[in-house]
Structure formats: C-alpha cells, structure tokens
C-alpha cells in the first residue's frame, strides 16, 4: 500500500541509503537506538509533516508508536546512540541535518512506494 504521506514527485528516502550514510559514523548496528536513528531519518525525509516543521517530538511519538515504546526511550536511545560517536550534537539537530544531506545527494531518485509500516 503506498504511503498516504508522500507527495507524488517528491524524493523518497530508503533504508538503505539511511544505512550507508550511518556508517561513516562507525555506531554500533546492534544499539536499539540504532534502529530508531535510521527509522527517525526515513521518516522524517518521508513525512512532510515532520520534515517541514522540524518537529522532533513529534517525530518520537511516532517512532515510539511503531516500535510500542515510549517517546522518552526513543530520545535516549538515539542520543545514546549519537553520543557514543563522539558527535555533540542534539539529536533533532543531527537528524534533520541527516536528512537534508541524504535528499541533496541523491536528487536523481525516483518515488518509490512503501508498504504500510515500513520504516
């Protein structure tokens, strides 16, 4: 099912993509906070609702959602995740800076859909 949430034209970030800019950090892959890092960036690339407002807290609630957590452990988890690389950088900062890297490197990219609850 396509994502209600996505704008037909517009560039759709993938997992993968989320992934190969990660590494270059060098975090830990088995960290939850990991996880919810790369499901933040797809969705927030993903969700003009988020993505327009820089709406960070917002974007735990849904993260907490999807994973049936809670907001404040998605938040810690990632600046965990984030910290330990040695980065100082609030973790809304360094996701939405994420994002606006990965679409402007790779502007050439066609929509791609997504089935429901993929992140």
Do not use: W
Request: hydrophobic letters at 40%.
């Amino acid at each position: 099912m396509p994502n209600p949430l996505l704008s037909e034209g517009k560039r759709c970030l993938q997992k993968h993509e989320v992934v190969k800019f990660l590494d270059q950090y060098h975090m830990l892959h088995s960290n939850q906070g990991y996880q919810f890092l790369i499901a933040a960036i797809v969705l927030t690339a993903n969700d003009e609702s988020i993505n327009s407002g820089r709406k960070v807290m917002a974007l735990y609630g849904k993260l907490a959602e999807h994973f049936n957590t809670t907001s404040s452990r998605v938040e810690r988890a990632i600046r965990t995740v984030i910290g330990k690389t040695g980065i100082k950088q609030p973790n809304g900062e360094f996701i939405f800076q994420s994002v606006d890297t990965l679409l402007l490197e790779t502007p050439t990219a066609l929509v791609k859909t997504f089935r429901h609850g993929e992140l």
